[in-house]
């Protein structure tokens, strides 16, 4: 059960170590955060500094926030992973498979907010993402649930998806597919929440409906 401490306490979290973000503003539709960001590296030297505006949804801490950049220092375009000012810091598969839920905001800003930002002076500097980058939209939702799953090819991927989602099944008595050396009955069929690597089954399953259009159009899985 989310109360709404638990919120303000993620807020006061957040707003003790970043000491220029303005104390959050309730919306219609959750909250806004706005504020500068100093990119400092582990040396304590300040690479940059950049307006942000961080939109948490009204299902925060279960929703993701969303980062705008507002000091416009960053192209609006694909190449530069900002789109009119929504600033993709990873798929939100990744996001919720390293945070878990409920979401702590504070970890969520030092991490996805903090490598967004110093890839972004990297990148300026260098031509190129620090530790490469992404693909797009359901290209990207790909390399990333391959990445969460260890899978190498698209057609393990479409099944591993299959089966966490409960769409397709194996034999009671088969080893289960999550490498666990239990049976599938004994595993998933027992435990299947634990089987989603922390991300939201709504959200893995509107994926996974998504990968398999994509790929039924753009490719023949292999
Ligand atoms: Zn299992």
């Not at 040396?43 to 940059?48: T, V």
């Not at 992973?81 to 945070?99: E, K, P």
């Not at 769409?167 to 239990?182: D, I, M, Q």
């Amino acid at each position: 059960m989310v109360t709404k401490e638990l919120v303000y306490r993620e807020f006061d979290e957040l707003c003790t170590k970043y000491k220029k973000l303005a104390p959050p503003e309730r919306l219609n539709d959750g909250w806004k955060i706005e504020g500068e960001f100093d990119v400092i590296d582990a040396d304590g030297h300040r690479w940059d500094t950049y307006g942000i505006r961080i939109l948490i949804p009204p299902g925060f801490p279960y929703d993701l926030p969303i980062l705008m950049e507002t000091s416009k220092k960053i192209e609006p375009s694909a190449d530069w992973h900002n789109g009119n000012g929504i600033c993709c810091l990873a798929t939100n598969a990744i996001i919720y498979n390293v945070l878990g839920t409920p979401i702590s905001l504070l970890k969520w800003m030092d991490r996805f907010v903090h490598d967004f930002l110093a890839n972004h002076i990297i990148k300026l500097k260098d031509k190129s993402y620090a530790k490469g980058e992404y693909p797009h939209y359901e290209e990207g939702m790909i390399v990333g649930y391959k990445e969460i799953f260890g899978l190498t090819t698209d057609a393990e991927l479409l099944k591993r998806l299959n089966l966490i989602c409960g769409v397709s099944s194996l034999a009671r008595n088969a080893p289960c597919f999550c490498g666990s050396n239990k049976k599938y009955k004994r595993c998933y069929l027992s435990y299947p929440n634990e089987h989603h690597h922390k991300i939201p089954i709504s959200l893995l399953n509107s994926e996974r409906i998504q990968i398999t259009n994509w790929l039924n159009i753009n490719r023949v899985a292999k």
